[in-house]
C-alpha cells in the first residue's frame, strides 16, 4: 500500500519535473503534454475532466502550467499530490532561470540564442494551435457548440478585435454559469417527468 502511494507521488513529480524542464513557451505548451501524459498514457484523469481542469487554470491567477499541474496533482493524490506536482512544476525553471541570470549579459547579445529564441516562437504557435484544435475537436464530438462557438468567439474578439482579456474572462465565465444552470435546469427537469 505505501509503495503504491509512494510509486504514485514519484511519478507525479517525475512527470510534471519531466514536461516542466523540457517545454518552453508557457503554459498552452504543457497542457497538451499533460493531457497526453495524465491522460492517455496513465489514465489518470478522463478527457472531459482534463478540459475542465484547463479552463480553470487558464481562469484561476498564476501561471497556466503551474495551476494546470496543482489541479491535476491534487485530482490525482490529494494535497500531497498538489504540493509534489507543483514542486515538479517549479523546480526547472527556478534552476534554469538561476543559471542564466548568472549569464545574462552573453545570453542576451549573443546571435545564435536570439535565433534559437525566435525558432522557438513558431513552435510554440503551432502548439497553442494543435491544443486549440484538439479543444474544439473534443467539445464538437461530444456536440458541445455553445463553448466551442465561445472558443472561437473569444479567439475573433482578441485577434481582430482586440478586446482585453479581462472581459474575455468576464464574459466567458458568465456564459458557462449560464450553461451550467440551463443544463443543470433541463436535467432536473426531465428526471421529474
Not at 475532466?49 to 484547463?54: A, I, N, P, V
Not at 474578439?157 to 456564459?175: D, E, M, Q
Request: net charge positive.
Amino acid at each position: 500500500m505505501l509503495k503504491n502511494i509512494l510509486r504514485k507521488y514519484g511519478d507525479l513529480f517525475f512527470s510534471s519535473f519531466r514536461l516542466s524542464a523540457c517545454t518552453f513557451g508557457g503554459g498552452f505548451v504543457i497542457i497538451p503534454l499533460m493531457r497526453k501524459r495524465f491522460v492517455q498514457e496513465l489514465g489518470w484523469i478522463g478527457e472531459e475532466e482534463m478540459l475542465d481542469l484547463t479552463a480553470i487554470a487558464q481562469a484561476a491567477p498564476g501561471a497556466i502550467a503551474v495551476n494546470a499541474s496543482m489541479l491535476i496533482g491534487y485530482r490525482v493524490a490529494g494535497v500531497p499530490g498538489a504540493l509534489i506536482t507543483v514542486l515538479g512544476t517549479v523546480l526547472p525553471p527556478l534552476v534554469i532561470i538561476s543559471v542564466i541570470s548568472l549569464f545574462y549579459q552573453a545570453f542576451r547579445d549573443h546571435a545564435v540564442v536570439n535565433m534559437v529564441m525566435a525558432g522557438m516562437l513558431c513552435g510554440v504557435a503551432a502548439v497553442i494551435f494543435d491544443v486549440v484544435r484538439g479543444m474544439i475537436g473534443t467539445l464538437l464530438r461530444q456536440k458541445r457548440m455553445l463553448p466551442a462557438a465561445v472558443l472561437c468567439g473569444a479567439f475573433l474578439a482578441v485577434r481582430f478585435f482586440s478586446v482585453h482579456a479581462a472581459i474575455i474572462l468576464l464574459v466567458c465565465g458568465a456564459v458557462g454559469a449560464a450553461d451550467a444552470w440551463y443544463r443543470d435546469a433541463a436535467g432536473k427537469g426531465s428526471a421529474k417527468r
